[in-house]
């Protein structure tokens, strides 16, 4: 990794996120986030993606060749969202010969409310009435994360609470959709907070730089936490179509 | 999820299949996912390119076997058009993430998708069957799973009275 100098304390880190609806970028570093762009409408990731981070770099007045890092949402969410940005991402990694930094979508979503004294459960929606949900608890110096991130119907996140239950944070774009059903289930509370935002990405990404705890383009991947993998049942299709008679070879 | 009762057609000749799939073409909107079942040679593609057309698509609609997933853009919502028949593993069907082609403004049509409907949300069933003695005709069973059809299956039912085959 060529990184050189650039990835010291000063490193400018550039946050792609495009996990959830939302486009967003970010440049920062030691002096905190410097510009933010996002758009939560139009769902268009890969025609706004790229103006997004030239508009960021040119407002900040940054240049490609200053960044030191690169730092991706690397999901779980919307699969074609995280494409765009972990494509983008890669790209410019590769082609600045800079390191990257994945980063949990879930991640982001709590970091915000990191001095919050309840457990801290960001949710997406992972649409078909499934979320993608983790919990997180305050610690010194950060948040702790207490239940690993999984993907479930939302009664399995709502027996998940009252198993716990702690006061609770819910936040996301996934509580927001199915609040009424959560808050029936396990009296809590929803914050306002809807995406995933590349701020906390970059400030996140910054404080892992400094331990170093980067890699190389190649080794970023995508959280797709799906359910189990299964066969296609092929054999269905071979009595299928026939109007219940035999099968026509 | 609750199932609207199915309905059922018989399309004599491939014009029928075509009008009937334009039929449905012009009930459907934005978010739809459309999952075209029948055995091979019953007109699963034949029914997307009439369903593609309706919807103004100029191109010629292929079967995208080899490709998974044709994007045909027209004036309203971007027409998908994916096949399944080469996949072996329900991730290679989520990979393609269609149902999220469906919600930014596009209808999906899905060859073979029958064999992942658990895949997919609420969405529309066509199978179409062989008659036995007829080569060209077919039998064309659609069925609504989920709510997204409730308020159009009246309409469905209108536009397609000429081919009813009950």
Known sequence: ????????????????????????????????????????????????????????CRQADITLDELGLVAVDVGPGLFTGMRVGLAAAKA??????????????????????????????????????????????????GLQQVAAPRVGPVEELVADLLARSQDVLCTGVGAHRYREQIIDGFHCEIADTAFPSAGPLVQLAHARALREEWVSPADICPVYLRAPDARINWATRARAGTGGGAHRA | MRSTPSLSLRAST????????????????????????????????TF?????????????????????????????????????????????????????????????????????AGAFGDHVVVRLGHVDGDDAARTVVLTAVGGAWARRWGALVEATAEWCDQ
């Open chain 1, 92 to 141: 410019l990694g590769q082609a600045l010969r800079v390191p990257m930094i994945g980063i949990s979508s879930l991640d982001l979503l709590a970091f915000p409310h990191r001095r919050s004294d309840r457990v801290v459960v960001p949710v997406i929606d992972a649409r078909k009435g499934e979320v993608f949900y983790a919990m997180y608890r305050q610690v010194p110096g």
């Open chain 2, 14 to 45: 491939v014009d029928d299949t075509l009008a009937v799939a334009a039929a449905l073409a012009g009930l459907a909107r934005a978010g739809d996912v459309v999952l075209l079942a029948g055995e091979m040679g019953t007109g699963k593609t």
């Open chain 2, 48 to 116: 997307a390119q009439g369903f593609g057309r309706a919807m103004g698509v100029d191109e010629p609609i292929t079967s995208p076997t080899f490709t998974l997933v044709h994007s045909y853009p027209t004036a309203g919502p971007t027409l998908h058009h994916a096949d399944l028949y080469r996949l072996e593993h329900m991730s290679e069907v989520a990979d393609l993430a269609l149902g999220e082609l469906a919600e930014f403004h596009g209808i999906v049509l899905v060859e073979w998708g029958d064999v992942a």
């Open chain 1, 1 to 56: 990794m060529c990184a050189g100098e650039r990835t010291g304390h000063n490193v400018l880190i550039l946050g792609i996120e495009t996990a959830t609806q939302q486009v967003s970028v970010a440049i920062g570093g030691h002096e905190g986030v410097l510009g933010l762009f996002e758009v939560a409408r139009g769902r268009r990731h890969a025609e706004t993606l790229i103006p997004a981070i030239e508009f960021v």
